[in-house]
């Protein structure tokens, strides 16, 4: 069973950065759309950001112009790079995957919290 696996999660101050990666544990053929959500305590799972397998991106709006997500098809691996971060971008952070096939797999969930 394929599992998404996470890392890059921290504690950081406000004005900071972060880098969160995510990457199949095991051989898969390739994702279609892959991306980024946010759970922050008492809200519901939010999207961040998704790529196509194309390179086409789409944004939150309250991450438009300081997040930037990319990904890399040979390693099957999608990325996050959090800069500017603000206090409100604190929240369990899940990469997201979906298969050629419709199957859809999930991270283990890594913790960002930006200090202020």
């Known amino acids: 069973q394929v599992q998404l696996v996470e890392s890059g999660g921290g504690l950081v101050q406000a004005g900071g950065s972060l880098r969160l990666s995510c990457a199949p544990s095991?051989?898969?053929?390739?994702?279609?759309?892959m991306g980024w959500y946010r759970q922050a305590p008492g809200n519901q799972r939010e999207l961040v950001a998704v790529i196509s397998s194309g390179g086409r991106t789409n944004y939150a709006d309250s991450v438009k112009g300081r997040f930037t997500i990319s990904r890399d098809n040979a390693k099957n691996a999608v990325y996050l790079q959090m800069n500017s971060l603000k206090p409100e971008d604190t929240a369990v952070y899940y990469c997201n995957a979906k298969s050629f096939g419709s199957v859809v797999y999930w991270g283990q969930g890594s913790q960002v919290t930006v200090s202020s």
């Open positions: 095991g051989s898969i053929l390739g994702f279609n759309v």
